[in-house]
């Protein structure tokens, strides 16, 4: 993973506070300014594209038709839909009336944005120059879900095959909430780090310390003491991926007393990236990244170098 001990800078989804998600100019954005790691998330389409997506089909905040109106809920899975067919919506601004554009009121819109392939974004790490920036790379597979997207074994067969194909498999990170696409990394490509992400509050929690769930492939906490850092690194994990707001110091030591990194997501105000760095986490996932380089700089984090380039 390079320095071990370095703190990892990373823009959530590009950067989303600033740009429209996961798309090729908020990636622009973020190595211009100087991150460690893009994170991203991505689904395969119907005729086997990886592209770049949190959702797992066309998000009705963000997918505009062809007459310019935004689609009805719910979009269409990208399992569904071939590469041609995604091309056709337009992802360069937020719906206004939705709450997610009141979460990101400045968010700068980019009409005419489409959604990426994942090959389009190594393209554009190649041609800023950036030969250190990582990739965090979510597979976003839902088990409750299994219709909306490949099978894990798929999706892992065809993310690896074309990471592989570009030589950027020393440059990535693979993390998800589906712990069976970890496993399958870890089996198929063990040289890549595997990111264990969890969220333990909230309506729709997808780890419990008391027994397993669908999301952790089988693994559960009861069978390691209770603990979530015992139960990631018994099932081959590198880094844990915790929301912020599960994270204590007595965790961030347990974790790193087992030799896992901690990096907490998603982290937007400045009190709390402070904290967490406080708490000597590995490194931070923020739709900030401008504001999170500032605050590690009045850490005396080291800064990553900006590349500049256009999308």
Do not use: C
Request: aromatic share 6%; no cysteine.
């Amino acid at each position: 993973m390079g320095s071990d001990l370095a703190f990892d800078l990373e823009a959530h989804r590009g950067g989303r506070a600033l740009l429209p998600e996961n798309t090729l100019p908020a990636f622009a954005n973020a190595l211009t300014m100087g991150v460690d790691t893009l994170e991203l998330d991505v689904g395969i389409t119907a005729d086997g594209e990886v592209i770049v997506s949190h959702e797992r089909g066309l998000n009705p905040d963000l997918a505009r038709d062809r007459n310019g109106g935004y689609i009805a809920a719910p979009g269409t899975p990208f399992v569904k839909l071939r590469l041609e067919d995604v091309r056709t919506y337009d992802v360069g601004q937020i719906r206004p009336d939705s709450s997610y554009a009141k979460q990101f009121p400045d968010q700068r819109a980019m009409p005419g944005t489409r959604i990426p392939t994942l090959g389009e974004l190594f393209a554009l790490v190649r041609k800023s120059g950036n030969a250190r920036v990582r990739f965090n790379i979510e597979t976003k597979i839902d088990p409750n879900h299994p219709d909306e997207a490949l099978d894990p074994q798929a999706f892992v067969a065809r993310l690896l095959g074309l990471i592989e194909a570009v030589g950027f498999s020393d440059r990535v990170m693979i993390q998800s909430f589906d712990w069976r696409t970890l496993r399958l990394v870890q089996q198929q490509a063990p040289r890549i780090p595997t990111v264990y992400l969890t969220l333990q509050r909230g309506a729709a929690p997808t780890i419990a310390l008391d027994k397993a769930t669908s999301w952790t492939a089988g693994f559960s906490p009861a069978d390691h003491g209770g603990s979530l850092p015992r139960t990631i690194r018994a099932a081959g994990g590198a880094i844990w991926s915790p929301y912020f707001g599960d994270v204590t110091e007595k965790l961030v030591t347990e974790a790193h007393d087992l030799e896992l990194r901690v990096v907490v997501w998603t982290v937007n105000k400045r009190d709390d990236m402070a904290r967490m760095i406080e708490l000597g986490v590995d490194g931070i996932i923020s739709d900030r990244p401008d504001l999170l380089r500032q605050v590690a700089g009045e850490k005396g984090i080291a800064l990553p170098a900006g590349t500049p380039v256009e999308p």
